[in-house]
């Protein structure tokens, strides 16, 4: 059986779509046959851990705007499909998925995993209201051909855009959380790293935790200042984007809540100095909540103010160190605690990592994929699997 995966990006191997190629590759491991359609630049790398894949790198003109991105992408696409038989096709957007439904017949279900930051509009900037109106359409051609539609956050907006306008025939499994899950370090160091994070910190109460974290020997200390997400490193005289930093070029930015992932992922301890950063985490990106969500998921102990403010979410249970407000000595306490006593530290992590883990994961992701084909795909017991149809041009 094949598979076919579209997805349209150029943005550097910490794209959201090639993290979902790569789990989708490995789940059906000995059942499909992947084939993954895409102009990332360093999928290539990414092929490395897919099981049983084939990647085709359909390029891109360089310095493209928008239309001719995509006008590029779906042309090669096109050839691509257009020879092939396929049992299933998944895609990101209605970048990819205009053509292929345009083409797709009844018997091949189409399962759409809308993206929740277009890592095209990222690259290239904002394209004009014609295209982006156009886009819309496709969007809507793409939904009324749908059979499963896998969404990442049951509380998302869009998520409630998408259900209204799909057809009473498609499928809406629970939703999947991509943020939530553990992953690699994308910026390890040799020193560890405090970040603090500041959604509108004065200027004395700033330099009363950088003095306070002076004193501890050996951390390296940064500010995410999530307002205007930008990331200020300890010798380093002016702040830097946050999506420029830890794309380490500065004309290939990589998905703001990506770089944030990034910097709590190569954080050892992230301090939220006032209790008013959950109420506005989600201010400056379409994942709400990630300065503390992502800091659970990456298994961070999180030193947090007492005082008002969003309440902290549950899951972090013991992952969460209290400090009253205001009391910079307690805060730096605290962050020594678990930067140099390691059994502590360890202990919380474990747990942590295994509550988390156990609820989000990638295995169950796969799981959850494999359930999602197997209602669309599978025969019934007996009845023998038809051979895999043409993708059609349009009459």
């Not at 092939?84 to 096709?89: E, K, S």
């Not at 109106?133 to 409630?160: C, I, S």
């Not at 490193?233 to 002016?238: I, K, S, Y």
Request: net charge neutral; proline share 9%.
């Amino acid at each position: 059986m094949r598979l076919l995966v579209a997805a349209f990006a150029e943005i550097p191997s910490l794209s959201f779509e090639s993290e979902a190629v790569t789990e989708i590759a490995k789940a059906f491991e000995g059942w499909f046959e992947v084939e993954i359609f895409t102009p990332m630049v360093e999928a290539g790398a990414h092929l490395e851990a897919f099981h049983g894949g084939r990647l085709h790198r359909v390029p891109l003109p360089p310095q493209a705007d928008a239309e001719a991105a995509t006008a590029a992408f779906r042309r090669g696409l096109e050839r691509q499909v257009d020879s092939a038989g396929w049992d299933a096709v998944h895609v990101f957007s209605a970048i990819e998925g205009r053509p292929i439904a345009d083409r797709l017949p009844p018997g091949v279900p189409l399962i759409f995993q809308p993206q929740p930051v277009p890592s095209l509009l990222l690259r290239i900037g904002l394209p004009g209201r014609g295209w982006a109106a156009r886009l819309a359409a496709d969007e809507t051609a793409v939904l009324e051909r749908t059979q499963a539609l896998v969404l990442h956050e049951a509380t998302d907006a869009g998520a409630l855009r998408y259900r209204r306008r799909l057809t009473p025939h498609a499928v809406l499994p629970e939703p999947v959380d991509l943020d939530d899950y553990h992953w690699e370090q994308l910026v390890p160091g040799a020193a560890p790293v405090v970040l603090v994070l500041d959604a509108g910190l004065d200027d004395p109460a700033r330099q009363a935790i950088d003095q306070a974290l002076a004193a501890l020997p050996g951390p390296v200390v940064r500010w995410l200042d999530l307002r205007r997400a930008q990331l200020r490193v300890e010798g380093r005289q002016e702040p830097t984007a946050l999506s420029a930093w830890f794309a380490g070029v500065a004309d290939r930015p990589v998905p703001l809540r990506l770089a944030a992932r990034a910097a709590l992922n190569a954080s050892d301890v992230v301090v939220i100095p006032h209790a008013a950063v959950l109420d506005t985490a989600g201010g400056t990106t379409s994942c709400r909540r990630w300065g503390v969500l992502q800091a659970a998921a990456c298994r961070r102990p999180v030193v947090l103010s007492e005082g008002p403010g969003a309440p902290a979410p549950s899951r972090l249970g013991e992952h969460l160190f209290r400090f009253p407000a205001g009391d910079w000595g307690a805060m730096a306490d605290l962050v020594r605690s678990l930067l140099f006593h390691p059994t502590k530290a360890i202990q919380v992590a474990d747990r942590a990592r295994q509550r988390v883990e156990a609820e989000f994961s990638a295995a169950e992701f796969r799981r959850r994929l494999r359930a999602i084909y197997a209602g669309l795909v599978e025969p019934e017991p007996g009845v023998p699997r038809a051979a895999p149809v043409r993708l059609e041009r349009p009459a």
